[in-house]
């Protein structure tokens, strides 16, 4: 897909793997929105790379605040891309060593955010996409979710983390299916351990650890490769239906 004079609003944008989206987007000439909680980052970033960068304030789960933002990302230029990136973290088990019950209201916050954040972003996003003209066969659009190698290496305490990620990999087939006769592709990225903002809070002798433990290379991955990632996702019109695990070949120990 050719990504000049078109429009993609990226979630979680201002920081992490978002962030580093945005630049990646940005630097091939694609209008980007940033859609995210923090107005101060968020607007600092759309500053800096300027280009037709814009950024928007909202939450993934309100139907009202996705529309407002998608109509602002399309305001310059025909949507052709979404990119999910918001979502949070919990760690808790099922029954801890105490025998208290995991929190249901924790787990359901980590379901709406990440899981239902991340529809509810695919199905307005897409009927956004849906209005645009159709490109070289027939393709409109492209949309990207992030998943997490815990959707299958759930390690202990991620049961909460693991179900809401594991949701976004089952929902990428069926949601490619669906929306195929609209010429608009799904996708899925499963990072495994990234060297975010989270991640960089940690002492560098643990960031070193964690590293070690990923198969080749030996390290934390970058953000930058998961903004890669995406373009070439955005540009291989041929990729579709798919979750791609981008971790090094690191399979996750139950702890």
Request: net charge negative; proline share 5%; glycine share 12%.
């Amino acid at each position: 897909m050719e990504l000049q004079n078109t429009a993609a609003i990226v979630t979680g944008g201002a920081s992490g793997l978002g962030e580093a989206t945005v630049r990646r987007l940005a630097k091939a000439g694609v209008k980007v929105t940033i859609f995210d909680l923090k107005p101060e980052q968020a607007e600092k970033l759309a500053k800096e790379l300027g280009g037709g960068t814009r950024f928007a304030v909202g939450d993934v789960t309100s139907p009202d605040d996705v529309q407002n933002a998608l109509a602002a990302a399309a305001e310059e230029a025909p949507l052709r891309i979404v990119v999910n990136c918001a979502g949070i973290g919990w760690a808790q088990r099922t029954v801890d060593r105490n025998g208290n019950p995991h929190d249901l209201g924790a787990f359901e916050t980590i379901i709406r955010v990440n899981l239902m954040g991340t529809f509810n972003m695919l199905r307005l996003g897409a009927a956004m996409i849906a209005k645009t003209e159709p490109l070289v066969d027939g393709e409109r659009g492209v949309v990207v979710n992030t998943a997490s190698v815990a959707a299958f290496d759930g390690q202990i305490g991620q049961i909460a983390y693991s179900a809401s990620k594991g949701g976004i990999v089952g929902l990428t087939l069926p949601a490619a299916r669906d929306l195929s006769p609209l010429g608009i592709r799904v996708l899925t990225i499963a990072p495994g351990l990234m060297d975010t903002p989270l991640l960089g809070l940690l002492p560098e002798e643990q960031r070193q650890a964690l590293g070690s433990g990923v198969l080749f290379p030996k390290r934390l991955g970058e953000p930058s490769e998961y903004g890669e990632l995406v373009h070439s996702m955005c540009i291989n019109s041929y990729l579709n239906g798919e979750t791609i695990r981008l971790d090094g070949g690191l399979r996750m120990p139950p702890k």
